[in-house]
């Protein structure tokens, strides 16, 4: 079995010792703006990148996160990110967008982006999300906590990729393949997947 393995980090040593011991992708919260290593690294190994969007930094992202253009500025740091993994030699083939739920973002604009996921497409890349078990989805639960989110994570990442997801990142997997297969099936018109 060949599966890919993903490393989730913004830190360049991180990335460089999970590529070494046979990780194949870099999951990078911060587009590769936190270290300025982390580019050349990801051109360098040849590596697949996840470039997501953040608001802020993990310690300050939840502090009140505002926005005059949602879509705008979401994929005006997208598209720059995009920028510096080509220009250290990322081939477009191994650049993944994400918008980043959940990081510096209300709990409306997680909404919003998943219901206008398809706004993400004018990067030509594949959109990955990652809604499993997250706060908004507790908050319009009711409150129930990350355990009790399944169902909802569920509905989030079926109108995810129906509206343009091509990966999406889950907790609870062997539940969510069977939500993935009938709204890829849904999303493309056919029983083939």
Do not use: C
């Amino acid at each position: 079995i060949d599966v890919p393995i993903s490393v989730d980090t913004y830190k360049a040593e991180v990335a460089r010792k999970a590529l070494k011991a046979g990780a194949s992708i870099v999951n990078d919260i911060s587009g590769l703006r936190f270290d300025p290593e982390m580019a050349p690294l990801v051109g360098s190994e040849n590596a697949g990148v996840v470039i997501m969007h953040i608001k802020g930094t993990p310690k300050d992202m939840q502090k009140d996160p505002r926005y005059d253009d949602l879509f705008g500025e979401i994929n005006s740091y997208l598209a720059e990110s995009v920028e510096i993994a080509r220009a250290s030699g990322v081939r477009d083939e191994r650049i993944v967008v994400d918008p980043g739920i959940g990081f510096g973002k209300q709990p409306e604009h997680n909404l919003q982006i998943i219901k206008h996921l398809d706004r993400f497409a004018v990067h030509g890349r594949p959109i990955l999300v990652g809604p499993s078990r997250k706060s908004f989805i507790g908050l319009v639960l009711g409150g129930v906590p990350p355990s009790e989110r399944i169902e909802g994570t569920a509905a989030a990442v079926a109108i995810s990729v129906l509206n343009g997801a091509s990966i999406v990142r889950v907790h609870d997997v062997k539940t969510m393949v069977p939500v993935v297969k009938v709204a890829w099936a849904i999303r493309n018109e056919t029983i083939a997947i």
